[in-house]
């Protein structure tokens, strides 16, 4: 549905992304190595998902808003493999016992270090933890660099799905953003993966992007769904230079207005489901028998950096330069600098660098925003009970609730809040009313749609 041009002038406003609550704006120095250590502790004997980043390209893509850097210096792939393995030594410590219930391999793009400083690594992680016999191994790739040495790696890793960033198919396009990459280079991967074993895989697009029209959009979006991947995540491009400095090489006048960016995610929405994909929360799809899909219709899907995930446990551990742990007691980022963030594991000691403790007030806020991130409802009842809160004192005082039900972009009943269809692009805006520290300032997150 292509949103009213009314209503895009109201919502069209920098929001977050939601991928946690409080979000990574909130966080500050007041949270380091000794507070996340003592924080893993909690963890001892539990389950989470770990995360290990790896920030390094063979070369910079424009539009990219990642941690990541182009970087194929020997000795700094050495050395960032040794502060990895540090990390990974220093969290055996502080959490034992504590059992990998899934596992990403994020960036950047992981292989980007090498097959050799990735198995050992690998090696690291299954020697100090226990893991879950059917825990999904998943892993970022780019498919211009995914040769079969590359492939047999992965394969020995044990990673059971392959995300391999496309973007977009059409070649200006890709020469706008800096990442020009063949259908059939993009094919050649996805074939070589699978014919590894590794039959899950996801596929990355990006709408928004400049020089991007309706017309170019839907090409990609039929050579894409040609790939017939398990998974697709469609992001709307974040154009943040003030963050991202070589996002400048991208002028903004090149970029679609709000209404061509909501004509774009309407086309994206319908071609992928019409190709038989069910749509999970904002931005991505999967097949029905995908695990996402069935967390999603069981209402178990939940919402962490990582986008969109069918793990059991809500909590993940982040391993390496910029990653960030979501703990019971509170979030927890790493130096996000990749040399500052070695010259703190060569110190010895954890490399955090801000985060935030969450109190009871933000784990009920936060419950309410993750369910209408992941499901487009809240039973705002129900959050209250297990949070030792009131509802009906509790929602007198979310001022932003009227003005969303009046503009139809959501829908009272009793206590339970459902966004409607009308509301379904903007429900970032609408967890936004339930965010006790956003306050709508520009420069800080990307655009509302
Ligand atoms: C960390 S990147 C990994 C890409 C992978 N290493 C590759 O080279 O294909 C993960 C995804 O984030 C998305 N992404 C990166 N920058 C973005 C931006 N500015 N706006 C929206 N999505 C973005 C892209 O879809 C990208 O594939």
Not at 15 to 41: K, N
Not at 250 to 256: D, G, R, Y
Not at 316 to 334: D, K
Not at 400 to 425: C, E, N, W
Request: aromatic residues 8%.
């Amino acid at each position: 549905m292509t949103m009213e041009p009314a209503i895009l002038a109201i919502y069209d406003r920098p929001v977050p992304r939601y991928t946690s609550y409080p979000t990574a704006a909130q966080f500050d120095s007041s949270i380091g190595p000794e507070q996340h250590g003592g924080w893993l502790s909690e963890l001892r004997g539990g389950e989470a998902a770990l995360y290990l980043h790896i920030p390094f390209c063979r070369q910079l893509c424009w539009y990219c808003a990642c941690h990541t850097m182009a970087m194929r210096r020997e000795g700094t792939l050495d050395a960032y493999a040794t502060a990895l393995e540090r990390e990974i030594l220093l969290l055996a410590q502080a959490a034992p016992g504590f059992m990998v219930d899934s596992m990403q391999w994020g960036g950047g793009t992981p292989t980007q270090l090498g097959a050799g400083r990735l198995l050992a690594i690998g090696h690291l992680v299954d020697t100090v933890f226990d893991r879950r016999s059917n825990a999904e191994i998943s892993m970022e790739a780019d498919p211009r660099h995914c040769d079969e040495a590359t492939v047999q790696a992965m394969a020995e890793l044990g990673v059971t799905r392959v995300s391999f960033g496309v973007q977009d198919f059409d070649e200006r396009v890709q020469q706008a953003i800096n990442r020009v990459q063949s259908f059939e280079t993009t094919l050649a991967a996805l074939e070589r993966v699978r014919g590894a074993g590794m039959t899950r895989v996801n596929v990355d697009l990006v709408y928004g992007l400049p020089s991007q029209t309706l017309e170019t959009l839907a090409r990609t979006l039929d050579l894409a769904l040609a790939l017939a991947p398990d998974r697709f995540a469609v992001f709307g491009y974040a154009h943040v230079p003030w963050m991202k400095p070589h996002q400048r090489l991208i002028p903004s006048e090149t970029l679609p207005d709000a209404t061509a960016r909501s004509a774009m995610a309407a086309l994206v929405s319908e071609k992928i489901v019409a190709g038989g994909y069910v749509r999970v929360g904002l931005d991505h799809y999967a097949r029905p028998g995908d695990k996402l899909a069935q967390a999603l219709a069981a209402r178990r899907l939940q919402r962490n950096f990582q986008g969109y995930v069918a793990d059991d446990s809500p909590w993940v551990v982040g391993v390496g330069a910029s990653a960030i742990s979501s703990l019971p007691a509170g979030f927890s980022q790493n130096i996000a600098d990749p040399a500052e963030y070695m010259k703190a594991m060569e110190r010895g000691g954890f490399a955090t660098a801000r985060g935030i403790a969450v109190s009871l007030e933000d784990r009920l806020r936060g419950d309410i925003i993750s369910q209408l991130m992941c499901l487009y409802t809240a039973d705002i009842g129900e959050a209250c009970k297990k949070h030792g809160a009131e509802a009906r004192a509790f929602l007198s005082t979310i001022d932003g609730l009227a003005p969303l039900i009046r503009d139809g972009l959501v829908s009272i009943d009793g206590d339970r809040l459902a966004v409607t269809d009308r509301g379904r692009p903007l429900v970032r805006s609408v967890c936004a009313a339930f965010d006790r520290y956003y306050t709508g300032i520009e420069g800080r997150h990307s655009r509302g749609i």
